[in-house]
């Protein structure tokens, strides 16, 4: 389960979850999703939000106008998607917002809504964004947590926003707009002394209340960091039975591969860890596929590749290894067919299995 708290009216309520399928536009049986509905409350956002960042950057010239922008996406999306909303429509058994639109409309979402709206409008604002994604493991995989931040890119290099916090990371005896990446945050010791942060958020002063840290990204050494989508997932068996151990993502992303044709979009790679060592076989359950390439299974020296054509949604896929693998890592990935293009595969469970 993700971590919950009680909210305001006394029911227990998630802190954040990123489901793949649904926060990222997955496939289903080897079919993408995708409509164009109209955006009202979208448009009205980018509008104002624009005539804002115009404003600020009059008469600032010696600060990037993506900063502007960038903090003033940020304050509209924090303040207009409240998480102490969503909590209270989730307790009283209302309709959640599935998507930016009705998330705007309705003016409540969670960590994984503030970075949608907040790719969304900073696109349409011409700015170059990202999703900077974090999956915690827990004492086992039930327990297992995430949350999600967005970086923007100007003057060179990337810098951190935590929409849901509305903090970003001013380097210290700096210009205004000479803010951290997650990376230069995560390699400093004063980190977190950088973070300026809107502390009356009342979903921020019921977390800390709670005695959670909405940092805890900061400085936590077994996390696994997506930089837009690019990295590893690392997948500890959730059930063992007999000759079989079942590795099942548990609020983590349930693909591997690169599903955006985009130049700060990279492949994510799903790393079982641990197995126990005599397992000969391994059972992919394919939910579906998009894009044109191969998949490729490793396990030590071993190495196994299946063209996507063989990959097909709602089928159980076999790859059989020579020999067992020894208690090495397996490690699934999928290789476009083209640079730079889209190929991968969503599932619900990996296998593996001694014969």
Known sequence: MSPKFTDSIGRQVPVCLITGLLAW????????????????????????????AQHMARGNSKVAPEFFSSLATANYVQSRLSSLNYAILGSSKQKLPTNVEECLQKKAGICGNHVAAFLEISKRLGLRTRPVEFYFPGADPEKNHSHICAEVFYGGRWRLFDITWGTYFAKPLSAPDDLADVVGLRASRDGRSWAITNQSDLWYQQWKASGLDPLEYLDDQKVDILRGRRGTIHLRASRREGGREEFRPLHQPNFFGRNQADRDYGPLVIRL????????????DVLGKAGQGTMLVTSGKQRYTVPFAEIQGGKTLTTKFTGPVAKQPVTL??????????AYVVFRTITLETR
């Open 273 to 284: 860890e641990k197995p126990t060592g005599t397992a000969t076989a391994l059972h992919l």
């Open 333 to 342: 990935q999928a290789i476009p067919g083209k640079p730079g293009g889209v």
């Open 25 to 52: 536009g997955m496939v289903a049986n080897g079919h993408a999703f995708e409509t164009k509905p109209s955006t009202p409350f979208t448009d009205k956002a980018v509008e104002y939000i624009r005539r804002q």
